[in-house]
């Protein structure tokens, strides 16, 4: 029997500081009224569809920061199975391997293990929501022109932490009870990037049997 979520993830464990909304902001009442839907029983698919008069790069921000969240704590729950010795390699079985690229240390495709790429991605992700000129929080603060560029840049590589997790470490979730609310909010994420096309198809094909069993 799976357990409850609070039992299933420790909050103390995320990979980095869940990263909160402002309240009082319109992206704070965009994240309760998304988070609302997500509560209410509502089929998935219809859950990430833009609400009416709702601007687009809001939505896809206030996603982008709650699956960064969610995912964080994913991979700070199964991070002590996936360590330098058992994930050498940052891959998604023997046809995949993720190489770690950013404009700092690592300017070109580098061979990394698994725990410092997660490291890498959750550090990188968070300087850039944290950064107020790629996700403004000011009112009438417009988005920059690249904002979905980025976004896609950010969610694709959050996917990756799906594959590895999914292909390396499925008996680690099933053994602390947590399948059901990985599933979940794997099918949540799966719904909205296919729904607004921020995932170019072919990263996807990792866990495509996967998702056709469980994303109808």
Known sequence: ???CLNQVFNKDRTFRPRKKFEPGTQRFELYKKA???LKSGLDLKTVVQLPPGENINDWIAVHVVDF???INLIYGTMSEFCTERSCPIMCGGLKYEYRWQDDNKYKRPTKVSAPLYMNMLMEWIETLINNEDIFPTRMGVPFPKNFQQVCNKILTRLFRVFVHVYIHHFDAIISVGAEAHV???YKHFYYFITEFSLVNHR???PLKEMTEKICH
């Open 1 to 3: 029997m799976a357990l």
């Open 35 to 37: 988070q609302a839907s």
């Open 68 to 70: 960064f969240n969610r």
């Open 183 to 185: 599933n979940t909010c």
């Open 203 to 205: 990263e996807l094909e």
